[in-house]
């Protein structure tokens, strides 16, 4: 969707990217004969740029599957199976289910066994794959145009048919304690995941993608059947395929998806996340209204701590919404650890936010990266954290900034790490930066007018390049149609970033890192932070936040 793209694109440094415009598409030259079934059917059909020929077309059959697709040129095709489900909709009692059902991805199934779906994975050759996040389990493939039939056969195979049997689930709880304590020794893997954790402290966000230790034993077959019922619903499903007819996809769909039953309770994923917004806006409404009612005397007895009740039917899973609560968590590990890493985050935006492309912009503007780089124009070298930071002081090993945005909420701040007798300077630093971007009165530090033409140009080129991968454009299609019901076209997304100006850039940062956002979502408005280490050197890091007018009173 957009803003995963958006996010996607955060994520990788500008200097991959060199082109900043796009291919030309065009339609296939291969025709393909439509089966009488796919007549009737409902399809939206929208122009994705004003510089291609190609279309996007977007067909929901009868059981509420929609089906879409971009019919790009090229050697490869490239389709993808996309539930609505993930780990922001586990509850207490299924808390860990999506890592262990992503690991159970391609085994045997009611009509191949684990060795059939082996070979055909190897036989269909291509990049094939499962991965699951908060908010989407994604079956993904990149394979020849001519084994389109075979790819969706195996997905249908795997997502609608598989037996779980009581083998594989033991297998798979020991290959995944053995992931998570490989990932827990990694910092830069384990410190975004106690992020979420902390800043959206017992819901949505804030649960865990990894399975955690203790429930490995609660996965159960039946415990993993129950919860695929219960998400695995045509409604919540998208099929969407890049560089194959519409026509062809929409008949394959109906042919190996097709005959899965409509729900009997409606929750698809469209609506369910409009409702969310509903409630989310509805909360933030009392909020306000509680905070303007509340006596100072009564503030004082207040919990600093929101606390959250957990939902209990699917619908109400469905439909609950982010709430934002912050935090702090400090992990001392010892003296002989050679670095300190801190995390400084607020809650950022959703993707629905209009604001989101100024955001975006903003974390492209702040850059930085690690303390060594092969340097060069192009290569994100003159962004603030580097010139500010990185440049300026031998001491730090890291520093980057990071936006994480989903559905109806997000997560924007600095990373860095450093040796730790200046942990407490770099937390400074961290706070320093994110203070400045949000000003305009303070000479010669504030964002100039070059900065943030070259991070809206540096934008642009990252994101059109990432749209040349299959890979990309196929989840940024299918993640879109699962959210929105459509698609954002790209060149809606460079006009808004074209129309992002200083005072818009300075008013989104202001927005965020104050703590404002909290106005709309009904979160806390405090501040986040992760501190893993040698924790010697590191003082009252909430009184340092408050020195900088940081977030909302730490």
Same mark, same amino acid.
């Given at each position: 969707?957009?803003?995963?793209?958006?996010?996607?694109?955060?994520?990788?440094?500008?200097?991959?990217?060199?082109?900043?415009?796009?291919?030309?598409?065009?339609?296939?030259?291969?025709?393909?004969?439509?089966?009488?079934?796919?007549? !009737?059917?409902?399809?939206?059909?929208?122009?994705?740029?004003?510089?291609?020929?190609?279309?996007?077309?977007?067909?929901?059959?009868?059981?509420?599957?929609?089906?879409?697709?971009?019919?790009?040129?090229?050697?490869?095709?490239?389709?993808?199976?996309?539930?609505?489900?993930?780990?922001?909709?586990?509850?207490?009692?299924?808390?860990?289910?999506?890592?262990?059902?992503?690991?159970?991805?391609?085994?045997?199934?009611?009509?191949?066994?684990?060795?059939?779906?082996? *070979?055909?994975?190897?036989?269909? !050759?291509?990049?094939?794959?499962?991965?699951?996040?908060?908010?989407?389990?994604?079956?993904?493939?990149?394979?020849?145009?001519?084994?389109?039939?075979?790819?969706?056969?195996?997905?249908?195979?795997?997502?609608?048919?598989?037996?779980?049997?009581?083998?594989?689930?033991?297998?798979?709880?020991?290959?995944?304690?053995?992931?998570?304590?490989?990932?827990?020794?990694?910092?830069?893997?384990?410190?975004?995941?106690?992020?979420?954790?902390? *800043?959206?402290?017992?819901?949505?966000?804030?649960?865990?993608?990894?399975?955690?230790?203790?429930?490995?034993?609660?996965?159960?077959?039946?415990?993993?059947?129950?919860?695929?019922?219960?998400?695995?619903?045509?409604?919540?499903?998208?099929?969407?395929?890049?560089?194959?007819?519409?026509?062809?996809?929409?008949?394959?769909?109906?042919?190996?998806?097709?005959?899965?039953?409509?729900?009997?309770? &409606?929750?698809?994923?469209?609506?369910?996340?409009?409702?969310?917004?509903?409630?989310?806006?509805?909360? *933030?409404?009392?909020?306000?209204?509680?905070?303007?009612?509340?006596?100072?005397?009564?503030?004082?007895?207040?919990?600093?701590?929101?606390?959250?009740?957990?939902?209990?039917?699917?619908?109400?899973?469905?439909?609950?919404?982010?709430?934002?609560?912050?935090?702090?968590?400090?992990?001392?590990?010892?003296?002989?650890?050679?670095?300190?890493?801190?995390?400084?985050?607020?809650?950022?935006?959703?993707?629905?936010?209009?604001?989101?492309?100024?955001?975006?912009?903003?974390?492209?503007?702040?850059?930085?990266?690690?303390?060594?780089?092969?340097?060069?124009?192009?290569?994100?070298?003159?962004?603030?954290?580097?010139?500010?930071?990185?440049?300026?002081?031998?001491?730090?090993?890291?520093?980057?900034?990071?936006?994480?945005?989903?559905?109806?909420?997000?997560?924007?701040?600095?990373? !860095?790490?450093?040796?730790?007798?200046?942990?407490?300077?770099?937390?400074?630093?961290?706070?320093?930066?994110?203070?400045?971007?949000?000003?305009?009165?303070?000479?010669?530090?504030?964002?100039?007018?070059?900065?943030? &033409?070259?991070?809206? &140009?540096?934008?642009?080129?990252?994101?059109?390049?990432?749209?040349?991968?299959?890979?990309?454009?196929?989840?940024?299609?299918?993640?879109?149609?699962?959210?929105?019901?459509?698609?954002?076209?790209?060149?809606?997304?460079?006009?808004?970033?074209?129309?992002?100006?200083?005072?818009?850039?300075?008013?989104?940062?202001?927005?965020?890192?104050?703590?404002?956002?909290?106005?709309?979502?009904?979160?806390?408005?405090?501040?986040?932070?992760?501190?893993?280490? &040698?924790?010697?050197?590191?003082?009252?890091?909430?009184?340092?936040?408050?020195?900088?007018?940081?977030?909302?009173?730490?």
């Amino acid at each position: 969707m957009t803003s995963r793209l958006l996010n996607t694109v955060s994520r990788v440094q500008p200097s991959k990217h060199g082109l900043t415009t796009l291919l030309k598409r065009s339609e296939s030259t291969m025709p393909y004969k439509t089966n009488h079934l796919t007549k !009737g059917f409902p399809t939206i059909v929208q122009e994705y740029s004003k510089a291609s020929t190609g279309l996007c077309k977007i067909t929901t059959l009868p059981n509420g599957i929609r089906v879409a697709s971009e019919n790009t040129p090229g050697h490869f095709s490239a389709v993808g199976v996309y539930v609505d489900a993930g780990s922001r909709y586990e509850t207490s009692v299924t808390r860990g289910v999506s890592h262990i059902l992503d690991r159970l991805a391609f085994k045997s199934t009611a009509n191949r066994s684990a060795d059939q779906v082996v *070979a055909e994975l190897e036989s269909l !050759g291509g990049n094939i794959m499962c991965s699951s996040s908060r908010e989407s389990i994604m079956y993904q493939s990149a394979i020849f145009s001519q084994d389109l039939s075979r790819v969706l056969s195996l997905f249908s195979d795997v997502i609608c048919h598989p037996t779980i049997n009581q083998a594989e689930v033991d297998e798979q709880r020991q290959t995944a304690l053995y992931e998570i304590d490989e990932i827990w020794s990694k910092p830069e893997m384990i410190l975004p995941e106690i992020l979420h954790t902390v *800043a959206y402290h017992g819901n949505t966000l804030g649960n865990p993608l990894l399975c955690p230790p203790e429930n490995l034993e609660l996965m159960t077959p039946e415990l993993i059947q129950s919860y695929m019922k219960t998400w695995y619903r045509p409604e919540r499903m998208v099929i969407s395929a890049c560089g194959a007819e519409h026509e062809q996809v929409v008949d394959l769909a109906c042919k190996f998806f097709g005959d899965i039953p409509a729900s009997v309770e &409606n929750l698809d994923s469209v609506m369910t996340h409009k409702e969310a917004l509903k409630k989310q806006a509805i909360q *933030a409404e009392k909020n306000q209204a509680g905070q303007q009612k509340d006596s100072f005397v009564k503030s004082l007895f207040k919990s600093n701590s929101q606390q959250v009740k957990e939902p209990s039917s699917a619908f109400e899973i469905a439909t609950q919404p982010a709430l934002y609560t912050g935090g702090n968590s400090f992990m001392e590990t010892g003296p002989e650890t050679p670095l300190t890493h801190v995390y400084v985050a607020f809650e950022g935006l959703s993707i629905d936010d209009p604001d989101i492309y100024a955001l975006t912009t903003l974390q492209i503007l702040l850059g930085g990266g690690g303390s060594f780089s092969a340097g060069g124009p192009g290569k994100g070298m003159y962004s603030r954290l580097f010139t500010n930071v990185l440049n300026q002081h031998y001491w730090v090993e890291s520093c980057q900034a990071f936006n994480h945005c989903y559905t109806d909420s997000g997560l924007f701040g600095i990373a !860095g790490s450093c040796q730790p007798e200046y942990a407490n300077a770099l937390m400074e630093l961290i706070c320093r930066e994110l203070d400045i971007v949000a000003r305009g009165d303070i000479g010669r530090l504030a964002v100039t007018q070059v900065e943030l &033409n070259r991070a809206k &140009n540096q934008l642009k080129s990252s994101l059109l390049m990432n749209l040349e991968s299959r890979m990309v454009q196929l989840e940024d299609l299918g993640r879109q149609i699962q959210v929105h019901g459509k698609k954002t076209g790209i060149d809606e997304m460079l006009s808004h970033i074209d129309n992002v100006d200083m005072d818009e850039l300075r008013r989104v940062a202001s927005r965020v890192v104050r703590g404002a956002v909290s106005v709309s979502s009904g979160g806390s408005g405090k501040a986040t932070v992760i501190v893993q280490g &040698n924790l010697q050197g590191l003082k009252d890091v909430n009184k340092t936040i408050d020195k900088y007018g940081l977030g909302i009173g730490n």
